[in-house]
């Protein structure tokens, strides 16, 4: 499925003209996803405890790589949100007037295609540096002695 399409429409009483959009679900896909990205970042950050709470970390090259790691995967988070959502707001946003006495050409934007394809590759990235993250905390973590009853663990299972 393409772009949004735009044509250049006059009202009824023919005082105004309108951009007229063809539907597009683009709009609905790129909140769905910006929904989704912010509630796994939740799940890595509360199953982490957001890498500052909690017990301490065994110092070494496991914690440096988590700590790298937690920095990269909220960046790409934030460019990955940024964009989703500017394209959601964007796209969803096809309403431009243009009176009688204004006699500016309309202008029909519509939302590069690029757009919501970043913020699918950026939201890629955040869960390849997430997944790396979580399993660089863990090794951390279990080196420090801080996984239940002493051993390796997967810090999002249950707790008995």
């Not at 951009?19 to 679900?25: A, I, L, W």
């Not at 990955?80 to 243009?98: E, F, I, K, M, P």
Request: hydrophobic share 45%; proline share 4%; net charge positive.
């Amino acid at each position: 499925m393409g772009p949004a399409q735009a044509t250049v429409t006059p009202d009824l009483a023919k005082e105004y003209d309108y951009c007229f959009y063809d539907s597009d679900v683009a709009t609905g896909y790129g909140v769905g996803a910006l929904l989704l990205l912010v509630a796994a970042q939740a799940v890595v950050m509360l199953a982490s405890r957001c890498f500052c709470c909690g017990r301490g970390l065994k110092p070494g090259g496991s914690r440096a790589c988590a700590l790298m790691l937690f920095l990269f995967s909220w960046l790409t988070f934030l460019v990955a949100a940024a964009c989703l959502l500017a394209g959601s707001v964007r796209n969803a946003y096809h309403t431009r007037y243009r009176g009688i006495f204004n006699g500016d050409p309309l202008s029909c934007e519509t939302l590069r295609k690029g757009v919501f394809a970043a913020g699918a590759a950026f939201t890629f990235f955040t869960a390849i540096l997430s997944e790396f993250y979580y399993i660089s905390y863990s090794k951390s973590r279990d080196a420090a002695g801080g996984a239940p009853y002493g051993g390796s663990s997967i810090g999002m299972g249950p707790y008995n």
